[in-house]
């Protein structure tokens, strides 16, 4: 079976994503489950899933699934990402952010299939922490990250080389990417003397950069690279922003010299949604409120919350938090909703008043994976993840690098 390529974010999907990052057009009923087709924005998802299943109601894709889960027994394990909707989160047997689905599919010897309920570039960094024998399924292959697309490889490739080139043997520069990047850029750091983060152990990972070279060039999160840097005490002015659509970067050789940090100008469109005026209006409204947010909001945002961390922290923080206490959150909508479900002692809410969930997180819908498990049951496999043996070994050395931190 031929595994399907993944489709970065055409001209015509973007367009379709305003739907969900666009306060005036995000649909507030977006997270009501639907059959495929009524989903507004299907249009830009992938399109060769069999007709039959555009139709099903939420009911009959529940028992589908359900049938096809129990045909294929200890076969499967289902990865879901805490920004899954519901409706597909319900089927995980193991859920996290991407530092601990990692862990969990490095996990996974026995199984012949993970289907990972997340994004593109995770299901490529499980198929490359799992055995051989262990074939990596994306319901959707659209499914990617708006941030993880600012990072195109040659983009890179091209800045490293002139970075390299203006700081000769004056210093060392050791690049480090956030594990939402593609499997190329992985592999770029890994030959290169260099590491893989997650939001859950970025301060880690600059400590192990900081330790073998003088500066850290750090992508595709700027938020994430900036929040950390000066948390670990390095000014802002120590970060310069490489803007990979003008030449240059738009920095001078001089910048490039005196930054500890080089920050890749990207932002991940969900996070960066979250304002100072939307924590001043939640402590207006409710005093005493504690603000938690994801480390890929605005440097001001963080600033100005009570605190910050991975979504596993933001998950530790308000289930173990007192009852009768009030939580404002800065991510996503799916897991603020399921926090307030599952804390009903706890007033928690989303600082966000317009709801819209991870545009691309969202293309996960029941239908695709009811669609790629009854081909499993039938013995054909759909929308496998395959990441190239050069690229999985270097990918491999960056990745292993961070999970070996203590
Ligand atoms: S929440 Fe942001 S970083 Fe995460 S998958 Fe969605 S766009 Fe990418």
Redesign the pocket.
Known sequence: MTALTYRPLAAQDAERLALYSDPDTCPADALVPVPLIQEPAFISWQQDIPRAYLEMAPEELDVRISRARAALGTKLVILGHH?QRDEVIKYADFTGDSFKLSQHAAAQEHAEFVLFCG?HFMAESADILTNPGVRVILPNMAAG????DMADPDDVYAAWDEITGILGDEATVIPLTYM?SAASLKSFVGERNGIVCTSSNAQKTFAWAFERGDKILFFPDQHLGRNTGYQMGIPLEDMVLWNWRIPSGGLTPDQIRKAKVILWQGH????QRFSVEQIKKAREEHPGVNVIVHP?CRWEVVQAADDYGSTEKIIKAVSEAPAGTTWAVGT?INLVNRLARQNPDKTVFCLDPVVCP?S??YRIHPAYIAWVLEGLVQGHVVNEIIVDQETRKWSLVALERMLALP
């Open positions: 920004y994004v990250c708006s941030m993880a939402n991940c469109s969900t996070h890929e996503e991870c691309t997180m």
